[in-house]
């Protein structure tokens, strides 16, 4: 009797098709790229809440570790440390924040108004948050890892793109020819900065807050309007 040829039944499928050669390695790197993934918002989601029920100093590692249901070895996978966890929580949050306030930013509204939006939506993502805002606030300068570096990178997108938005109101001739768009927004980053330390350090409301940019942009504005004879800016600083 001659055997019968033996049948894939295999329904692993990857990027050289089912049963093809190779499909199962394939099949089993993304399996564990996703597992990676799962792994790490279980972890953010256990700091995330602890961190919120219990304030940052009360929650410890084993107890997240244990709401996300990892070894803590695991844990230290994603972040070195606690207050790499409070980064970890955060950035995935003003990430997204950002992105919608640019993508809805309405093109044609003043510049004033426009930064109003950016850091008025990023005052309200803190605020919906308080107990994780003032722990991150108090602590950013003071976190070292990866997930230290994800976050100051992402400060640094922000910044360039704020750049680009007083760049276009400069082409709109809101902005003179004398201001360079990159310093330009890090000095408005740096007002939205200092008023978010004034609420964390408990010296301003969330209203005192939105109430000290608005007046400080005023008179940074005011300090970048057109000027009869004013040279531009020059060539090879860092207008966007």
Do not use: C
């Amino acid at each position: 009797m001659v055997p019968k040829p033996k049948v894939n039944t295999s329904t692993e499928v990857s990027e050289n098709g089912p049963g093809r050669p190779g499909s199962r390695g394939k099949a089993r790197k993304v399996s564990r790229a996703q597992q990676k993934l799962d792994t790490a918002r279980l972890v953010t989601d256990a700091a995330r809440e602890l961190f919120s029920e219990h304030g940052f100093d009360d929650t410890t590692t084993d107890a997240i570790a244990r709401r996300a249901g990892v070894a803590k070895g695991t844990l230290f996978f994603h972040a070195r440390d606690k207050l790499e966890l409070l980064m970890l929580v955060l950035h995935d949050d003003l990430r997204d924040t950002s992105d919608r306030l640019f993508l809805e930013l309405p093109a044609d509204a003043a510049l004033r108004a426009q930064l109003l939006l950016l850091f008025g939506g990023l005052v309200d993502n803190y605020k919906a948050r308080p107990r994780l805002s003032e722990a991150f606030l108090k602590r950013l300068f003071l976190a070292e890892g990866p997930q230290a570096d994800r976050q100051r990178a992402l400060t640094f997108t922000f910044l360039f793109r704020v750049g680009e938005v007083i760049a276009a109101a400069q082409r709109r001739g809101e902005v003179g020819a004398h201001v360079d768009p990159g310093v330009a927004a890090s000095n408005a980053f740096s007002v939205y900065v200092m008023a978010l330390f004034g609420w964390a350090s408990g010296h301003l409301t969330w209203e005192g807050v939105m109430d000290n940019i608005a007046r400080a942009l005023d008179l940074q504005i005011a300090g970048w309007e057109p000027r009869a004879g004013a040279p531009p800016t020059p060539r090879g600083r860092s207008a966007p």
